[in-house]
T-cell receptor, first 112, second 114 residues
Framework: NAGVTQTPKFRVLKTGQSMTLLCAQD?????MYWYRQDPGMGLRLIHY???????AKGEVPDGYNVSRLKKQNFLLGLESAAPSQTSVYFC???????????FGPGTRLTVT | AQSVSQHNHHVILSEAASLELGCNYS??????LFWYVQYPGQHLQLLLK??????LVKGIKGFEAEFIKSKFSFNLRKPSVQWSDTAEYFC????????????FGRGTSLIVHP
């Protein structure tokens, strides 16, 4: 089992460019999450999904969109990147909110 | 909504020292509790968890945590740290029942000097 995978691992964008981060899990989890991690800020939830076709906003959703067209995939999109979105992005999945989360290896994004 | 507080933001220890990292939460109901570890350059992974039963929980690599309901605390402990324990540690809380999003603390950075 690969667990949770994320692509790409690194990306540099210019302000205003768009991109999509892909998260895939092979554990048949219903719940999936996108976080950003910044120094001193811990993990902040961007969006989450409780099942295929459903998404919901987290703590810091502005500037991001998500889609969950297939149960195993959760996509995070940046339509117009800003320097404030420079961060490390982690995807996670779980059986439910009450259960432990399994994290992907992260995507380091720099917006110049 | 629940909240999680990790009081120690940075901890520096020498090898063989004992470790205790504080975690307090605010929520009036039953909770599930977690500690995650993030080694440098890596992703978060589960260290230990508490759902119910014995409030003293043992995890991987010699770590343990004690749930004290009356104090709303779930402190992480290790009797003797090693250089390889250098990492960031996150406490997380999730109300039982599955209706609420889990909440993470801001993390504690632990540096262990050899």
């Amino acid at each position: 089992n690969a667990g949770v995978t994320q692509t790409p691992k690194f990306r540099v964008l210019k302000t205003g460019q768009s991109m999509t981060l892909l998260c895939a899990q092979d554990m048949n989890h219903e719940y999936m999450y996108w976080y950003r991690q910044d120094p001193g800020m811990g993990l902040r939830l961007i969006h989450y999904s409780v099942g295929e076709g459903t998404t919901a906003k987290g703590e810091v959703p502005d500037g991001y969109n998500v889609s969950r067209l297939k149960k195993q995939n959760f996509l995070l999109g940046l339509e117009s990147a800003a320097p404030s979105q420079t961060s490390v992005y982690f995807c996670a999945s779980s059986y439910g909110h009450s259960y432990e989360q399994y994290f992907g290896p992260g995507t380091r994004l720099t917006v110049t | 909504a629940q909240s999680v507080s990790q009081h120690n933001h940075h901890v520096i220890l020498s090898e063989a020292a004992s470790l205790e990292l504080g975690c307090n939460y605010s929520y009036g109901g039953t909770v599930n509790l977690f500690w995650y570890v993030q080694y440098p350059g890596q992703h978060l992974q589960l260290l230990l968890k508490y759902f119910s039963g014995d409030p003293l929980v043992k995890g991987i690599k010699g770590f343990e945590a004690e749930f004290i309901k009356s104090k709303f605390s779930f402190n992480l402990r290790k009797p003797s740290v090693q250089w390889s324990d250098t990492a960031e540690y996150f406490c997380a809380v999730s109300p039982s029942g599955g209706s609420y999003i889990p909440t993470f603390g801001r993390g504690t950075s632990l540096i262990v000097h050899p």
